[in-house]
């Protein structure tokens, strides 16, 4: 092997290295902050990327099956993340079908290779394209929470079900066209009975189901604030309790009544 070649192979290696460490950088410290729209639109930038370092480099093989991989998580993490409904699903799947296999036959059975300045204009323009989608995305705060406590709560009529006693509502409000992701502000309650006090954390139920992940564009999700009190707990309150919000739960109380707190 030549000094030249080795000096190209350590440098392709080197160059690898520093992307794979940007990468994680960026994911670590911006991705949480991004909607779930943009994440899956940059698992697809990603898998471009991949599929023009195969069609530019000596390493087609690897690269192919990177794309693959990247393809396969973008359309799949979108579609768990979007309401595309079945005929969204299935046409989402088909075209990624056509574009993984379309690329394999392509670059792998034609052995098309892009010249290095078709490579660097594709690249920039990925670039380009991501660096617009995450701006746009970090550059608004589109989320609106709303949270309201009720008078009085009811008890469950069999103390044994572990029912859910709810104590409030919640809304999310999007007003940007990406999906974003839903982060409820935390709270907690303190149940009193008129002699003890139960500290419980309160959690956001929407549609079923507990913590919801992410709001459309322009959408609305409305949660009710719920408490899962113990058995013993709700033996010894009324059918009905007062409801209150308070800053910070007092250390005790006479009266029976519920003391929503909101980190806010």
């Keep these: ?44 930038l990603a898998a471009t990327l991949a599929l023009v370092g195969a069609a530019t480099t000596r390493f087609r093989q690897g690269l192919l099956f990177l794309y693959a991989a990247l393809l396969a998580g973008a359309v799949g993490y979108a579609a768990s993340t979007h309401s595309l409904g079945t005929a969204g699903t299935f046409a989402a799947v088909g075209l990624a079908l056509v574009a993984l296999f379309g690329a394999v036959y392509v670059v792998e059975e034609r052995r098309y290779r892009l010249r290095r300045g078709e490579a660097v204009a594709a690249v920039v323009v990925v670039a380009v394209a991501g660096g617009a989608l995450v701006a746009a995305d970090l550059g608004t705060s589109p989320l609106t929470y709303e949270t309201t406590v009720h008078g009085a709560a009811e008890m469950p009529a069999d103390p044994e079900q572990s029912t859910a006693v709810v104590v409030g509502a919640a809304t999310v409000d999007n007003d940007f066209v990406y999906r974003e992701q839903v982060s409820f502000p935390a709270a907690r309650a303190c149940v009193f009975n008129g002699t003890a006090r139960t500290d419980v954390a309160v959690l956001y139920r929407a549609g079923g189901s507990y913590f919801p992940s992410s709001v459309g564009g322009n959408g609305r999700i409305r949660a009710d604030m719920t408490v899962l009190p113990s058995q013993a707990t709700v033996e010894s309150l009324s059918a009905t309790v007062p409801v209150e919000r308070a800053d910070e739960c007092p250390a005790a109380s006479d009266r029976e009544r519920i003391v929503v707190v909101v980190d806010e």
Excluded: H, I
């Design 1 to 44: 092997m030549s000094d030249r070649t080795l000096g190209r192979r350590v440098g392709e290696l080197v160059a690898a290295l520093v992307g794979v460490a940007a990468v994680a950088v960026f994911a670590r410290r911006v991705g949480p902050d991004l909607s779930v729209t943009v994440q899956s639109a940059l698992f697809a």
